[in-house]
C-alpha cells in the first residue's frame, strides 16, 4: 500500500513563494513518475506538474509555467514543487499523485494520491 503525505501549504501574499514536499512510503517510488494536481472550490482537479522518475522530462499546466518547479528525491523518496510569484487564482488544495504508468496530465491515470495540502494566496 503506497502511502503520499503532502506538507507545506498555508498561507501567502500574492507574490509570494512556497514549497511543497510529498513524502511516500510503502511503494518503490523510484520508479514511478509522479505528479502534482491543484484543486480549487467548484473546479475540476488541474494538472500542475509532473516529472519522468529520472527527472530528465518535467511537464507543466500551462497556468504555471514560468513560476513553478517540479523535482524529486529519490534516495529519500521525496517529491518537490517549488512556486513562486504566486497568484490570487493558484489558492487550492494541492495534491500528489503517483502512477504505474506514463507520465500523463489527466487524474484518473494516477493510482496513488495524497490527502492534500492547503494553499492559499491572498491579494
Known amino acids: 500500500q503506497v502511502h503520499l503525505v503532502e506538507s507545506g501549504g498555508g498561507l501567502v501574499q500574492a507574490g509570494g513563494s512556497l514549497r511543497l514536499s510529498c513524502v511516500t512510503s510503502g511503494g518503490t517510488f523510484s520508479v514511478y513518475p509522479m505528479g502534482w494536481f491543484r484543486q480549487a472550490p467548484g473546479k475540476e482537479r488541474e494538472f500542475v506538474a509532473g516529472?519522468?522518475?529520472?527527472?530528465?522530462?518535467?511537464y507543466y499546466g500551462n497556468s504555471v509555467k514560468g513560476r513553478f518547479t517540479i523535482s524529486r528525491d529519490n534516495a529519500k523518496n521525496q517529491l518537490y514543487l517549488q512556486m513562486n510569484s504566486l497568484k490570487v487564482e493558484d489558492t487550492a488544495i494541492y495534491y500528489c499523485a503517483g502512477t504505474k504508468g506514463s507520465l500523463a496530465t489527466i487524474p484518473t491515470r494516477y493510482d496513488d494520491w495524497g490527502q492534500g495540502t492547503q494553499v492559499t494566496v491572498s491579494s
Open positions: 516529472i519522468t522518475w529520472s527527472s530528465l522530462r518535467t
